[in-house]
């Protein structure tokens, strides 16, 4: 062999050893390659997260209760859930207090309740608190009013001594001109009038009857006028039944307290000769 065949002979042998080591390698790479990384992809798919709870609105009908009075209370939200309704005191005797409302589901996302102002419920303002729970995030949804429930206070017991004493102060018993003699009509107010007193006999602390005269005559001519009206009202009421036992006093003021000052008609004057109840109450106990 020649040296150029030589030359040829090296040329081949290398280029057939070189071709030999790229064969194994790429069937190396591609074994390492299988081993290193899985044959099938699982695609991963993230949860939409839940939309929180809502209240869509609170409301109370109506705002304000009277004595004795009801309202509906209304939380709108999320359907599916359990609401809670809380009154806070504010104002007033409520102040300090809360007051839980029974709830109940109406569907469709509505809650109900009732309110009743009775002795559990203070009167004064209130601050109205719902809250929705149960939802999937495990915290409750809450809202606050805006407005205020407002409970009004009752009114003060009603003291029949002192609401007899009121009217009393109203004249009902009228003389003629220069007469003291009852008519029926005022032996008719007496005996109604034995009949209350006979109810609050003990709150009764004194009892007065006052005669008065119109502005004709002198003044003494009137004082014993006026004391001789007060007189005949006295023994009329103390003759009636379960009068027996009650002390009234009597007080002659003649023409010095006209309802009509400087009366000129015979109607004004009417008015002035008159006889007027002065009732006292002892305290309640």
């Given at each position: 062999?020649?040296?150029?065949?030589?030359?040829?002979?090296?040329?081949?042998?290398?280029?057939?050893?070189?071709?030999?080591?790229?064969?194994?390698?790429?069937?190396?790479?591609?074994?390492?390659?299988?081993?290193?990384?899985?044959?099938?992809?699982?695609?991963?798919?993230?949860?939409?997260?839940?939309?929180?709870?809502?209240?869509?609105?609170?409301?109370?009908?109506?705002?304000?209760?009277?004595?004795?009075?009801?309202?509906?209370?209304?939380?709108?939200?999320?359907?599916?859930?359990?609401?809670?309704?809380?009154?806070?005191?504010?104002?007033?005797?409520?102040?300090?207090?809360?007051?839980?409302?029974?709830?109940?589901?109406?569907?469709?996302?509505?809650?109900?309740?009732?309110?009743?102002?009775?002795?559990?419920?203070?009167?004064?303002?209130?601050?109205?608190?719902?809250?929705?729970?149960?939802?999937?995030?495990?915290?409750?949804?809450?809202?606050?009013?805006?407005?205020?429930?407002?409970?009004?206070?009752?009114?003060?017991?009603?003291?029949?001594?002192?609401?007899?004493?009121?009217?009393?102060?109203?004249?009902?018993?009228?003389?003629?001109?220069?007469?003291?003699?009852?008519?029926?009509?005022?032996?008719?107010?007496?005996?109604?009038?034995?009949?209350?007193?006979?109810?609050?006999?003990?709150?009764?602390?004194?009892?007065?009857?006052?005669?008065?005269?119109?502005?004709?005559?002198?003044?003494?001519?009137?004082?014993?006028?006026?004391?001789?009206?007060?007189?005949?009202?006295?023994?009329?009421?103390?003759?009636?039944?379960g009068m027996e036992g009650l002390?009234?006093?009597?007080?002659?003021?003649?023409?010095?307290?006209?309802?009509?000052?400087?009366?000129?008609?015979?109607?004004?004057?009417?008015?002035?000769?008159?006889?007027?109840?002065?009732?006292?109450?002892?305290?309640?106990?």
């Amino acid at each position: 062999m020649g040296r150029s065949g030589r030359k040829w002979w090296f040329f081949v042998t290398g280029m057939l050893a070189l071709t030999a080591l790229l064969t194994v390698g790429c069937a190396s790479s591609k074994r390492v390659g299988g081993d290193d990384f899985p044959q099938t992809v699982e695609a991963v798919v993230e949860a939409t997260p839940s939309e929180p709870d809502r209240i869509d609105f609170l409301d109370v009908d109506p705002w304000t209760l009277e004595p004795g009075g009801s309202a509906t209370v209304t939380v709108k939200g999320t359907e599916g859930r359990r609401a809670e309704v809380v009154l806070k005191g504010l104002e007033g005797k409520a102040a300090g207090h809360s007051t839980a409302v029974a709830m109940s589901d109406a569907g469709e996302g509505k809650y109900t309740g009732q309110v009743v102002a009775s002795g559990d419920l203070a009167p004064g303002k209130y601050r109205v608190e719902a809250s929705l729970l149960g939802g999937p995030t495990g915290q409750p949804t809450r809202l606050v009013s805006s407005r205020v429930l407002t409970v009004v206070a009752p009114p003060p017991p009603v003291d029949p001594c002192a609401e007899l004493a009121k009217s009393l102060a109203t004249p009902v018993i009228h003389f003629d001109f220069d007469k003291y003699d009852l008519n029926e009509q005022a032996r008719a107010y007496i005996a109604q009038l034995a009949a209350s007193l006979k109810q609050i006999a003990p709150r009764i602390s004194s009892l007065t009857v006052e005669g008065h005269c119109d502005e004709r005559g002198t003044v003494e001519y009137n004082l014993a006028l006026g004391a001789r009206r007060a007189l005949a009202v006295r023994d009329a009421l103390l003759a009636e039944p379960g009068m027996e036992g009650l002390t009234v006093s009597t007080l002659s003021r003649g023409e010095e307290q006209p309802l009509v000052p400087g009366a000129r008609t015979e109607e004004e004057h009417a008015r002035n000769r008159r006889a007027v109840f002065v009732l006292q109450c002892s305290p309640r106990k």
